[in-house]
Every structure is written in C-alpha cells, then in structure tokens.
C-alpha cells in the first residue's frame, strides 16, 4: 500500500488536492482541493445526500452558521476539559506533540488514561521528536477556535456540525411536519485547533463534516443503533470498498466523548493502522436536555401516543468529507506495472471526470468529428477533451485521475458513426452507435459494465 507521504505527493501532481498556502510556506493541518479533487470531494458529498435525506422519507436537511457564540459551545460541553487534548510541550525548542497519539507510536499501545501525572511519567521515557530534550509537564489544549464578532463579542469557530442542529431541532421538526422516528443531516465545514495535524487529510485543523442526528424514542436506542452502524457501513461498501479493510470497533468507557452513551467506529486499513472514518453514537439526550437547560428554550416533542412532551434521544452518524476522500483514494489506487501508469479504479458515480473524449489524431477531421460529440455529452455528464499527444499516454492521463470511460473518435467513426468505448479497469474495448452514447455512458456511471460483457 502507497505511504501517506506518497499520496499526498500523488494527489498534488494529479490536481486532487494541494498544501494551502504553499507560496507562503504553508499552514499545516490546512488544505486546497485542486480541479479533480474538488469534483470527487463534491461526489462523495452528493451521494452521502442521495443515501442518507433524498432517498429518505423521514430525513431533511440544514445549512447552520459557521460562526456561534460562545454560550453555544458552554452548553454543548465544547469548552469543557472534555473537548481537550494532551499535550506535551518540549521543555527546550517548544514544540508540541499529542500526547495520546504520540505515546501510542512508542509503545504500540492506546493511551488509556487522561491523567496528567501519569501521561508525565510515561513521557520521561521518551524525547522530543525536534530536537530531543525532554518534555516539560503536559497540559490540556482546547480544541475550539476562538473568533471576536464586532468589537468584542466572543464566538468560535464550530468545533463539529452537530450544534446547530440540535439549536434548530425545533423549528425543523414543525416546518418539516416530522414524527419521531426522524432525522435532521447536514454537510459543511468544522474547526479544531489540533495540536499536531498529520496524515495529510487524515487529521487537518479544517475540514469538512457528513453527519445526521436521528431522534427517536428513548426505549428504541439499541434498535436503531445497530440499524445506522449497518447502514453505514453498506454506504461505503455500495461505492466499492473492500469489505476486507473496514472493521467497526466499540469504544472504551475510557475513550466514549462527553456526550456517548455508546459509541462505535468504522475504522478503514491505512498504511499507518487501522483509523477511525466515521462514528456511529448513542448520545441519548444529553444535547437537547443541555441546550433546554442553557437557553431557558423548551425543545421536547410532543409525542401522539402519550399525549405528552418528551425530550428525544439521539443516534448520531458523523463522517468526516476528507477521510471519505483518503479512503476512496486509497481503495481504487493501483500502481499498474503492467500497463506503466497510475490507475485510480473509483466507483464510475464518484470519478470527476465521467469521460473523456479523444480523436485518435490532431488531423483527417477527426477532431472536427469529436467535439460535437463532446459538446453533446458535457449536457449531461462532467466529461473531458484531450487531443494532446499519442492516444496510449492520453488513456494514462484519464487513468490516472479515475475517468472509467474513454471515447475514441477514430477513422471508422467517419465511416459508420461509431466510436470506441474504453473500459478504464481492463482496458477493454467496445464500439458503440453515437446515437446510444448517452445511454451506455449512463450504465456504466450506475455500476452496469454489461456493454464490456461483464
């Protein structure tokens, strides 16, 4: 499997994803999605959507503020020693390192304590990654991001999506005319100061969240815990995951966030172990019942079968948008040797070029053949024109950034209208009407590779 470092040296030569501010000399746990990159990270948000609101009853969706006051995260536990890392300061350049993740590395072992004097003891044993002095006395380092609104109003960054719905619960569930059992989801950006950002999208100060809050009954939280954990793990195995290299993991009482009356992971095989993508939690009423408590605000359901007013439980799904990246990545990724090239083998409904349309030469009227063609298909589909050098090295080129068609527009064309269809995973080829163009293209995008006798 490609090292982390690799990749990320893979994803800038390939326009998937850059170091922000790089002229500059960078920020680290900060970055740009390039041209491919963008298109993919907006696929992998669309069809988190289409799974989890639109093809779904009894789910809406939100758009809440980036920016909330300081009152906000009070309530939701956030500036709380709960929302904090461990740190462990270098006593002689400064530097810092996470405690938990870097103590985990030395000794092959997850820290299960927050203890500081403890953490202090096992640190002795070790030196700065920097320059090799001893750490000073670890500390807790928040993770919100503070902001000044005007003057002098306090606010932050949000530290996870899930805030703001909860604040809007509601007035969502009156508009949307909902019954328990519902959900409420949303997509966007979320904050946290790391202390030391690392596996490039893996862990980043900005990143982009995909969580939706079901409410439901107090009595059902069993049921549809295990229902999302299922759910879940069948979304990333419909977008061509091997079943091989995800795992769900339950945490330890040690580790359940302030807010979890349970909680799992699904954790996904990288080259530096098997990491948390997506995590499934039990958060019972916790926010709600907090955020009633802090605003003096009643948010209850008023439940038909009772005839009373009830405060929901709370099963939550929260995927980051960027690890859905990494990990998409890393499962299609395949150094061909054979074939000399990169080969990105995504889902044809997450590549961000769906086909590429190629005149088999720069003469003959083969390109006045082909954009027509072209210019037909980008109605419908995200496609891609290249007439720029020999057709085997633009076939790697589309290869390499995950296009599963290639549309070749050759001499034959002029004679009979046809072209040839390429099968980007075994190079295989058809010829097709370009009447039915549109059509087979539109197959192979839902994962129907029969036109290639499959």
């Known amino acids: 499997m490609i090292s982390i470092d690799d990749m990320a040296a893979f994803c800038k030569r390939k326009g998937l994803v850059y170091p922000s501010s790089e002229i500059y000399g960078g920020l680290a746990g900060f970055y740009d999605y390039g041209p ?125 999506t899930t805030q703001m719905i909860y604040l809007d619960f509601k007035l969502v569930q009156t508009n949307a005319r909902l019954k328990l059992p519902f959900g409420i989801a949303q997509t966007g950006k979320a904050f946290r100061n790391e202390i030391s950002p690392r596996n490039f999208l893996f862990r980043m100060r900005e990143f982009e969240q995909m969580e939706m809050q079901f409410f439901i009954k107090p009595n059902e939280s069993k049921k549809w815990f295990e229902y999302w954990k299922d759910e879940r793990l069948k979304w990333f195995e419909s977008l061509g995951l091997k079943k091989s290299n995800l795992r769900s993991r339950e945490h330890r009482k040690d580790e359940l966030a302030h807010y979890a009356k349970s909680a799992e992971d699904i954790e996904y095989k990288f080259p530096f172990g098997w990491k948390e993508i997506e995590g499934i939690h039990d958060r019972g009423d916790w926010d709600l019942s907090n955020h009633s408590k802090f605003s003096k605000q009643k948010l209850e359901y008023f439940d038909e079968d009772t005839g009373k007013q009830m405060t929901p439980h709370i099963i939550e799904t929260s995927g980051g948008v960027d690890r859905a990246f990494l990990v998409f990545l890393y499962d299609a990724y395949d150094d061909d040797k054979k074939r000399g090239n990169i080969v990105l083998h995504l889902h044809p409904r997450l590549a961000p070029i769906k086909a590429a349309v190629l005149p088999l030469m ?8 082909a954009k027509p063609i072209f210019e037909e ?47 980007r995973d075994t190079t295989h080829q058809v010829r097709v009407k370009i009447d039915s163009l549109r059509d087979e293209i539109s197959k192979i995008i839902d994962g129907d590779w029969s036109i290639f006798g499959k």
């Open 36 to 160: 491919y990159g963008v298109e993919l990270k907006r696929n992998i948000i669309s069809e988190w959507w289409r799974f989890m609101v639109s093809s779904r009853q009894n789910i809406v969706g939100m758009d809440g503020a980036i920016i909330s006051p300081e009152a906000v995260w009070k309530a939701s536990g956030h500036l709380s020693s709960g929302f904090a890392d461990v740190m462990l300061p270098c006593s002689k350049c400064k530097s810092s390192v996470r405690a938990d993740v870097f103590l985990e590395e030395k000794t092959g072992k997850p820290l299960e304590t927050r203890d500081l004097k403890k953490i202090d003891e096992l640190a002795k044993k070790y030196k700065c990654p920097v320059c090799g002095a001893p750490f000073a006395e670890s500390s807790l380092l928040n993770l919100m991001f503070p902001v000044t609104i005007g003057t002098s109003e306090k606010a932050y960054l949000r530290g996870e």
């Open 362 to 369: 720069k003469k003959d009227k083969l390109p006045e053949k």
């Open 377 to 423: 298909l980008r109605e419908e589909f995200n496609c891609f024109y290249d007439e720029a050098g020999s057709i085997g090295r633009r076939y790697s080129r589309q290869d390499e950034i995950g296009t599963p068609i290639c549309v070749t527009i050759d001499h034959q064309t002029l004679e009979d209208n046809t072209v040839t269809l390429r099968n």
